[in-house]
């Protein structure tokens, strides 16, 4: 078969990748006293599908490799060992390994063989030492019944597309054979003329009868990697098997017939392996979801900007033409507005992708690291569904890393310190999501030892970053921490303390248009809380005209525009301009002078927009109030630089390009000149 | 015009040259996205004299440099001729595109690499890192620019954030 079967590469890499994260998360979920029979199928079917992928592939070192992995696991899966923790260090040590080889490969690099070579060792070292007497809850494995010796009847009609997705029937045959005697029938009776024959086609179908001690679900293990491409029927005899009836609930498969295992929950369907029922298995989160580039959506957003624009040149159109123009058209217009504006929500709904994306990789970094500082950890996580865009989703991960090993290093003690202190020895880290307005908040917070003020002040003197006589409050103190270079670790580990860090969290964070915060209690412990734009795509905007330029507001920071009237304005100590606002003083910034723009009112009246911004309030004096519009963000820093004060661009109706105001940044710069 | 028909010898390099205050300048020719007219842009806040500001290029956002300003040239009324060249430059190993204002385009000269005379060092009353060199086209001084040191040395280089 000459088929060219790198083209699938790309999704088998995928998948792949995808499947050592379930199998990841299924070992670390894995209870080392009673393992759940389900958590370890999980962790075996990823072993078996990466095997019959890689074999098929040509990838020989991994299924290799794998090959160990799965007789380890076969052997747990049997319950003919038990899951030690040196058992489910060594997975997870696999599971890094596979991850490595599959980037090797991925990329085209040579592998680290030596590694692979050791790690795979260990395995076969682990099954080799297994102990010979079977654990007790095996006892009762003789008491299966070995008169009748169970038959399967195997029915498996390939696919015209079989042999396209890289499927290799032999292969299967092989591995049923190790499940039993094995007969095949090939039935040759779709076979077409040779001269209509497509070699690339399989017109084949196969009967086989498999007698042996085996049980449906690792039968249909050998055809998992076919799912889709195939019609699989299994029919047992002599097996007491619950009807086909039962098959829509998943239910454990028969009693066990020969091994021990504690039964998998596998839905007992014997009718052909469809698409749902593929869904049913490998879990909840896909039901009906189909993999999209990320390219293929950004162009799709784009398109639907630039729609966005076109329509609202149309609607501005008709609105100037509004006496000739005809009402059918008026209408259509209005209706191409609604639909439009659904349109690109619903673009913008498919980039939206759950926190628990970011979050996943957390418990293994966590036990790991815990494990080498010897510290216990428990990681608590909550608001993992809350959804955010995949652009903000992709750049958080690493502040948050950083953040999560800042806690554990610095933050959490050692259980020996934790009960001197009279806490309990293994601290809890808790990573929680939320909406908070339009922002997502994601929190950080452990119940350590906080943050040592005297520590930090005494390092900030050393480096120089503040004068030896500078008093600090609290928040002051705590804001050096994110001064670059700043690090308290006693001593550099390779975990933190090499001064590279929070102030890269910081930098991050800002650039996603977000801000962090910090609070902590001496001996209670930490809480970083992380605000993030839902998007950094659109947003609700409130033009408002200073001078010939308009700008947009960012609607959800404007508390309340009104008029100014004569006198509502007063100095305070001759520089500062404040009004009354609710009982308040405000800040009064004439938006004309921090941008250097003329002013059609010369300050004499026109529209106060209170906003408020890093939990700052102002009154920004503007000209005029336009329309409010939804905004697509463009970004400037693309083909220009960063521009304080302002936040971005975006594309008005008319063609023009509007700036996006950045009002945290105003205020601040309003504040260095009110004070210079 | 006559010569950029003929096959290119290897190692030609294609040059648009524009004029700008009575002098004649050069870009490479491979680097240049378009040419269009002048328009009404939006202003920056608190951005250098000469960054004009942006517009939207086929949605896209691409800053305006005026070159006279840049080059400390008598600044002129923009008229008829005013064109602005889309360029693509290299900073940082990241692409940018970039409008220059000039006085008009003049025409496509293909320059032998041996014909390129360095620029003759004024010491540091002239900034000369962003000429690639001299050129002499049908008997009139051509200055070649190089546009990604343009760009980094000074041009983008002193705008906020960059």
Same mark, same amino acid.
């Given at each position: 078969?000459?088929?060219?079967?790198?083209? &699938?590469?790309?999704v088998?890499?995928?998948?792949?990748?995808?499947a050592?994260?379930?199998m990841e998360?299924?070992?670390?979920?894995?209870?080392l006293?009673?393992?759940?029979?389900?958590?370890?199928?999980?962790?075996?079917?990823? #072993?078996?599908?990466?095997? @019959?992928?890689?074999?098929?592939?040509?990838?020989?070192?991994i299924?290799?490799?794998?090959?160990?992995?799965?007789?380890?696991?076969?052997?747990?899966? +049997?319950a003919?060992?038990?899951?030690?923790?040196?058992?489910?260090?060594? %997975?997870?040590?696999?599971?890094d390994?596979?991850?490595?080889?599959?980037?090797?490969?991925?990329?085209?690099?040579p592998?680290?063989?030596?590694?692979?070579?050791?790690?795979?060792?260990?395995?076969?070292?682990?099954?080799?030492?297994?102990?010979?007497?079977?654990?007790?809850?095996?006892?009762f494995?003789?008491?299966?019944?070995?008169?009748?010796?169970?038959?399967?009847?195997?029915?498996?009609?390939? *696919?015209?597309? &079989?042999?396209?997705?890289?499927?290799?029937?032999?292969?299967?045959? $092989?591995?049923?054979? /190790?499940? @039993?005697?094995?007969?095949?029938?090939?039935?040759l009776?779709?076979?077409?003329?040779f001269?209509?024959?497509?070699?690339?086609?399989?017109?084949?179908?196969?009967?086989l009868?498999?007698?042996?001690?085996?049980?449906?679900?690792?039968?249909?293990?050998?055809?998992?990697? #076919?799912?889709?491409?195939?019609?699989?029927?299994?029919?047992?005899?002599?097996?007491?098997?619950?009807?086909?009836?039962?098959?829509?609930?998943?239910?454990p498969?028969?009693?066990?017939i020969?091994?021990?295992?504690?039964?998998?929950?596998?839905?007992?369907?014997?009718?052909?392996?469809?698409?749902?029922?593929?869904q049913?298995?490998?879990?909840?989160?896909?039901?009906?979801?189909?993999?999209?580039?990320?390219?293929?959506?950004?162009?799709?957003?784009?398109?639907?900007?630039?729609?966005?624009?076109?329509?609202?040149?149309?609607t501005?159109?008709? =609105?100037?033409?509004?006496?000739?123009?005809?009402?059918?058209?008026?209408?259509?217009? #209005?209706?191409?507005e609604?639909?439009?504006?659904?349109l690109?929500?619903?673009?913008?709904?498919?980039?939206?992708?759950?926190?628990? *994306?970011?979050?996943?990789? *957390?418990?293994?970094?966590?036990?790991?690291?815990?494990?080498?500082?010897? /510290?216990?950890?428990?990681?608590?996580?909550?608001?993992?569904?809350?959804? %955010?865009?995949?652009?903000?989703?992709?750049?958080?991960?690493?502040?948050?890393?950083?953040l999560?090993?800042?806690?554990i290093?610095?933050?959490?003690?050692?259980?020996?310190?934790?009960?001197?202190?009279?806490?309990?020895?293994s601290?809890?880290?808790?990573?929680?999501?939320?909406?908070?307005g339009?922002?997502?908040?994601?929190?950080?917070?452990?119940?350590?030892?906080?943050?040592?003020? $005297?520590?930090?002040?005494?390092?900030?003197?050393?480096?120089?970053?503040?004068?030896?006589?500078?008093?600090?409050?609290?928040?002051q103190?705590?804001?050096l921490? *994110?001064?670059?270079?700043?690090?308290?670790?006693?001593?550099?580990?390779?975990v933190?303390?090499?001064?590279?860090?929070?102030?890269?969290?910081?930098?991050n964070?800002?650039?996603? +248009?977000?801000?962090?915060?910090?609070?902590?209690?001496?001996? =209670?412990g930490? =809480?970083?809380?992380?605000?993030?734009?839902?998007?950094l795509a659109i947003?609700?905007?409130q033009?408002?005209?200073?001078?010939?330029?308009?700008?947009?507001?960012?609607?959800?920071s404007?508390?309340e525009? %009104?008029?100014?009237?004569?006198?509502?304005?007063?100095r305070?100590?001759?520089?500062?301009?404040?009004?009354?606002?609710?009982?308040?003083?405000?800040?009064?910034?004439?938006?004309?002078?921090?941008?250097g723009?003329?002013?059609?009112?010369?300050?004499a009246?026109?529209?106060?927009?209170?906003?408020?911004?890093?939990g =700052?309030?102002? !009154?920004l004096l503007?000209?005029?109030?336009?329309?409010?519009?939804?905004?697509?963000? /463009?970004?400037?820093?693309?083909?220009?630089?960063?521009?304080d004060?302002?936040?971005?661009?975006?594309?008005l109706?008319?063609g023009?390009?509007?700036?996006?105001?950045?009002?945290?940044?105003?205020?601040?710069?309003?504040?260095?000149?009110?004070?210079? | 015009?006559?010569?950029?028909?003929?096959?290119?010898?290897?190692?030609v390099?294609?040059?648009?040259?524009?004029?700008?205050?009575?002098?004649e300048?050069?870009?490479?020719?491979?680097?240049?996205?378009?040419?269009? !007219?002048?328009?009404?842009?939006?202003?920056?806040?608190?951005?250098?004299?000469?960054?004009?500001?942006?517009?939207?290029?086929?949605?896209?956002?691409?800053?305006?440099v005026?070159?006279?300003?840049?080059?400390?040239?008598?600044?002129?009324?923009?008229?008829?001729?005013t064109?602005?060249?889309v360029?693509?430059?290299?900073?940082q190993r990241?692409?940018?595109?970039?409008?220059?204002?000039?006085?008009?385009?003049?025409?496509?000269?293909?320059?032998?690499?041996?014909?390129?005379?360095?620029?003759?060092?004024?010491?540091?009353?002239?900034?000369?890192?962003?000429?690639?060199g001299?050129?002499?086209?049908?008997?009139?001084?051509?200055?070649?620019?190089?546009?990604? /040191?343009?760009?980094?040395?000074?041009?983008?280089?002193?705008?906020?954030?960059?």
């Amino acid at each position: 078969m000459t088929l060219d079967l790198t083209q &699938f590469h790309g999704v088998f890499f995928e998948e792949s990748f995808e499947a050592l994260d379930s199998m990841e998360a299924a070992l670390l979920k894995l209870d080392l006293g009673a393992p759940d029979a389900e958590l370890i199928n999980t962790v075996f079917r990823v #072993a078996h599908s990466i095997k @019959g992928g890689s074999a098929t592939f040509g990838f020989t070192e991994i299924a290799s490799f794998t090959h160990s992995l799965e007789t380890l696991l076969d052997e747990l899966r +049997g319950a003919r060992m038990q899951v030690t923790q040196e058992i489910s260090n060594q %997975l997870l040590k696999s599971v890094d390994v596979m991850r490595e080889m599959l980037r090797a490969v991925q990329a085209k690099q040579p592998l680290d063989v030596q590694r692979v070579a050791d790690v795979q060792f260990e395995i076969e070292l682990i099954i080799a030492r297994k102990p010979q007497t079977p654990p007790a809850d095996a006892a009762f494995a003789p008491a299966v019944p070995k008169a009748a010796v169970p038959r399967w009847h195997i029915s498996l009609k390939p *696919f015209p597309q &079989f042999f396209a997705h890289g499927n290799d029937p032999l292969r299967m045959f $092989e591995e049923l054979g /190790k499940l @039993g005697t094995l007969e095949v029938k090939a039935d040759l009776s779709a076979l077409p003329a040779f001269a209509d024959l497509d070699p690339q086609s399989c017109h084949l179908a196969w009967t086989l009868e498999l007698s042996g001690t085996s049980d449906e679900a690792s039968i249909r293990q050998v055809f998992d990697w #076919a799912e889709g491409d195939c019609a699989v029927e299994i029919r047992g005899e002599n097996i007491p098997a619950p009807t086909p009836a039962a098959a829509a609930a998943p239910q454990p498969a028969p009693a066990p017939i020969a091994t021990p295992a504690p039964a998998p929950a596998e839905p007992a369907v014997s009718a052909a392996l469809t698409q749902s029922e593929a869904q049913a298995v490998s879990g909840v989160n896909e039901a009906g979801s189909i993999r999209v580039a990320v390219e293929k959506i950004d162009e799709l957003m784009n398109t639907v900007g630039e729609l966005v624009i076109t329509q609202s040149m149309l609607t501005e159109l008709g =609105r100037t033409l509004e006496e000739t123009l005809p009402e059918t058209l008026q209408l259509g217009l #209005a209706e191409l507005e609604r639909n439009v504006r659904e349109l690109q929500e619903s673009v913008m709904r498919v980039r939206m992708l759950p926190i628990s *994306f970011v979050f996943s990789r *957390f418990p293994r970094m966590v036990r790991d690291l815990a494990q080498r500082l010897g /510290k216990q950890v428990e990681l608590l996580i909550t608001g993992e569904t809350t959804e %955010l865009d995949k652009t903000v989703l992709e750049k958080i991960g690493d502040p948050l890393v950083h953040l999560v090993r800042n806690s554990i290093d610095h933050g959490l003690e050692k259980p020996e310190v934790r009960r001197a202190a009279g806490k309990p020895a293994s601290g809890s880290l808790r990573l929680h999501a939320c909406h908070r307005g339009g922002n997502i908040a994601v929190e950080v917070s452990d119940d350590g030892a906080g943050l040592n003020a $005297e520590r930090i002040v005494a390092k900030a003197r050393a480096r120089n970053l503040i004068g030896p006589q500078d008093t600090l409050t609290p928040e002051q103190t705590y804001d050096l921490i *994110f001064a670059p270079g700043f690090s308290t670790a006693e001593q550099t580990t390779d975990v933190s303390g090499r001064g590279v860090g929070l102030d890269v969290v910081k930098r991050n964070v800002k650039e996603l +248009g977000g801000s962090i915060e910090l609070s902590s209690e001496p001996g =209670r412990g930490a =809480r970083f809380v992380i605000t993030l734009p839902l998007t950094l795509a659109i947003v609700d905007g409130q033009s408002v005209a200073v001078g010939r330029e308009s700008y947009i507001v960012p609607l959800i920071s404007i508390i309340e525009s %009104l008029q100014l009237r004569q006198g509502s304005l007063s100095r305070v100590a001759g520089r500062g301009e404040v009004f009354a606002f609710r009982g308040d003083y405000v800040p009064v910034i004439r938006l004309h002078e921090v941008f250097g723009v003329p002013s059609a009112r010369e300050g004499a009246d026109g529209i106060i927009v209170v906003v408020e911004g890093d939990g =700052r309030r102002a !009154g920004l004096l503007v000209d005029d109030l336009l329309g409010q519009q939804q905004v697509v963000i /463009k970004s400037l820093d693309m083909n220009f630089g960063r521009v304080d004060g302002v936040s971005g661009a975006t594309i008005l109706g008319d063609g023009s390009v509007a700036l996006i105001l950045d009002l945290p940044g105003i205020i601040r710069r309003a504040n260095a000149r009110a004070n210079a | 015009m006559s010569e950029a028909a003929h096959e290119l010898k290897p190692g030609v390099e294609q040059f648009l040259t524009f004029a700008l205050g009575g002098e004649e300048y050069g870009v490479n020719i491979l680097r240049v996205q378009g040419i269009q !007219g002048w328009d009404r842009c939006t202003a920056i806040p608190n951005t250098p004299p000469y960054v004009l500001g942006v517009i939207n290029l086929r949605g896209a956002i691409v800053p305006i440099v005026d070159l006279r300003r840049r080059f400390g040239l008598p600044a002129a009324e923009f008229g008829p001729t005013t064109v602005v060249i889309v360029v693509k430059v290299a900073r940082q190993r990241q692409e940018r595109t970039l409008g220059l204002v000039v006085d008009a385009v003049s025409e496509v000269c293909n320059v032998q690499p041996e014909d390129c005379k360095p620029p003759p060092d004024f010491g540091a009353s002239v900034e000369t890192g962003f000429v690639q060199g001299l050129v002499t086209v049908n008997e009139r001084m051509v200055i070649l620019l190089d546009i990604d /040191k343009l760009v980094s040395e000074g041009l983008l280089g002193a705008l906020p954030g960059a």
